[in-house]
Each structure stands twice: as structure tokens, then as C-alpha cells.
């Protein structure tokens, strides 16, 4: 159990202390606690308060590399106990080293397997005392070319990972989330579900999923205290792109620019936002612009893009 010692309250506080003392801690920027009161009527029926302190917690999917491994170092530095979840052993493993076991917790698991990431999300929540403050659905996969020539395989492997492993993410760690006040449950999205992407195309559909159930899900799960949110970005600087056999005119023109520790940071504020989307760099913000002012005709930009 991952639990700060309970702080002994002060005696016979009332209630303007205890909003004075919560405000004081939130402004400075003590985000990775949490405060719970706890209300005993004395027998003059006066107020006195004891606080419960718990380090807040987050799961993030795809924590090995990339965004996932640059947030689960922001988040840990910043004072909360991180879920670290991937399929790469090994790479989870030195991540724990580099942050700590008392700031990280590894779970090796497939996404694509609901059993196994609802195990590991539940021993996660065992540690952090049953509750979850946020979840990051961020791993996926890309492949990019024409339509034409990305395999049988890879298309089912784009839709396993970045359709079911963002549903079994959210379905697993829902029990979690409704038990914690003030909850966010967060997936990876992109400028690609702004508008139908060339040379992306099964990679843009996932991501027109991503957006149709954040968006569905921030509606319905307002009744629970939960904000769901998703994270649009371009091109980001990682193996993902980097190491992709086959690049896109796309990546030439618009280039790759924004890196993981961005994204982390727009997660971060995410998790501590109330907005169903976040745009992360100018041209991400560029797209959405342009997908509103032209609707369907921004396929005249896409295919603009496209060009070599």
C-alpha cells in the first residue's frame, strides 16, 4: 500500500479552515495529493476535521517508450504512483529502475487481452487503496502507405490495438474510476481524426473511434464525476515514426516537431482540466481549424499534404 501516514488534524477546525488549508495546498502545486475530509460531530456539535493523505494514481498503457514512458516519468516526478503497463518487459524494468518501485509499479500486459489488463489494472488499485485518479490509453501502433499495401496483418493489428486496447483500457479501469472523486479517464488521439488521412487510412479510422467514444463517454459518464478526454497531435519524435519502413510525404511537409515531454505536459493538464480535447502543437491546432472552416473540402488540404 502506497499510502502517506494520515495527518493528524487540528482540533475543532471549521469550515472556512478547511477550505483555507485545502486552497493553500492546491496553490502550491501539490497536485500529486489528495485530500479527503473526514467530518466527526463533537458533542457541542462543532466541527473538527482529520485529514486522509493519499498519493494519487494514474495507469498509463504503452508506458515502455515514447509518450507513454515520457509521462510515466512527468507524473512520477511530479508525485504520483504510476501503473506502467506494455508488453515490453524488459523496457518496463528499466524504467521502474530509473524512476523507483515506490513511484512506479510495471505491468506487463497485451491490451488486445482484456483478462490480462483488467488484472493488472486492479492490482494496481489494490496498491493505490482501491481508487484510480486517472487513466492515460495511449498505446497503439502505426503503419502508414498506400491503402493497397499495408498487410492483412497490420490492418488487424491497428484496429486490435488501437480500438479494443482503448476499450479494454476504459472498461477496466471504469469499477476504479467511479470510485474516485473527480476521476479522468484519457486516451491517444490524432490530427488524423480531424479529417480522413491519405496513406493513414485504417490508422485514421482507429483514431475517428478514439474521438467518437471520448466524446460519447465525457457525455455519459458526467453521472459518475468522470472526465474523459482525448489528446490530438500531429507527428510526434518517436521510434513509432521515426522507425516506420514506409513515410508519407506528409511527415516531409509538415515534419515531425513535437516531442513526448509535450504531450506528457498536455496529459498532465489534462488530468487536471475539465475539456473533452487537447491539442498539442501549432499544427495540430491548424488542422482543427481547417476541418472546421472547410468541412469537406478539406480534402483538398489533405491531398495537398500527400504531395511529394
Keep these: 500500500m502506497r499510502h502517506h501516514p494520515a495527518i493528524a488534524g487540528v482540533p475543532r477546525m471549521n469550515r472556512s479552515d478547511y477550505r483555507r ?8 502545486g501539490q497536485q500529486g495529493i489528495r485530500l479527503s475530509p473526514i467530518l466527526v460531530v463533537g458533542r457541542c456539535k462543532a466541527y473538527s476535521l482529520r485529514w486522509l493523505v493519499r498519493v494519487r494514481g494514474c495507469v498509463l ?16 516526478s511530479r508525485g504520483w504512483l504510476v501503473g ?3 508488453v515490453d518487459g524488459a523496457a518496463l524494468a528499466s524504467l521502474q529502475r530509473e524512476l523507483g518501485p515506490d513511484k512506479v509499479i510495471t505491468m506487463a500486459a497485451d491490451v488486445r487481452d482484456f483478462g490480462a489488463v483488467e488484472t493488472a ?7 493505490a487503496g482501491g481508487q484510480l485518479d486517472a487513466l492515460f490509453a495511449n498505446a497503439g501502433v502505426l503503419f ?4 493497397e ?3 492483412r496483418a497490420q490492418k488487424d493489428l491497428l484496429v486490435d490495438v488501437n480500438v479494443r486496447g482503448v476499450i479494454h483500457a476504459f472498461d477496466a479501469a471504469f469499477p476504479f474510476l467511479r470510485q474516485t472523486p473527480g476521476a479522468h479517464a484519457l486516451a491517444m488521439c490524432s490530427t488524423s481524426a480531424e479529417y480522413g488521412a491519405p496513406e493513414h487510412a485504417v490508422y485514421s479510422a482507429t483514431k475517428f473511434f478514439v474521438r467518437g467514444l471520448t466524446e460519447a463517454l465525457n457525455i455519459e459518464y458526467r453521472r459518475h464525476d468522470i472526465q474523459v478526454s482525448a489528446i490530438y497531435v500531429a507527428y510526434v519524435q518517436t521510434g513509432m515514426v521515426f522507425d516506420a519502413k514506409v513515410k508519407p510525404a506528409s511527415i516531409e511537409r509538415m515534419g515531425v516537431k513535437v516531442t513526448p515531454r509535450q504531450v506528457a505536459e498536455t496529459a498532465w493538464r489534462a488530468v ?26 478539406t480534402a483538398v488540404v489533405s491531398a495537398w499534404l500527400m504531395r511529394s
Design 144 to 147: 502508414m502507405g498506400p491503402h
Design 121 to 127: 489494472i486492479r492490482e494496481f488499485a489494490s496498491a
Design 84 to 86: 506502467a503497463s506494455d
Design 61 to 76: 498503457t504503452g508506458a515502455a517508450a515514447g509518450i507513454g514512458a515520457a509521462t510515466a516519468r512527468l507524473f512520477a
Design 149 to 151: 499495401t499495408v498487410t
Design 272 to 297: 487536471h482540466g475539465n475539456r473533452s480535447h487537447w491539442r498539442v502543437g501549432t499544427d495540430a491546432r491548424l488542422m482543427n481549424w481547417v476541418a472546421r472552416l472547410l468541412g469537406p473540402k
Design 21 to 28: 488549508l485545502r486552497d493553500d495546498i492546491a496553490q502550491q
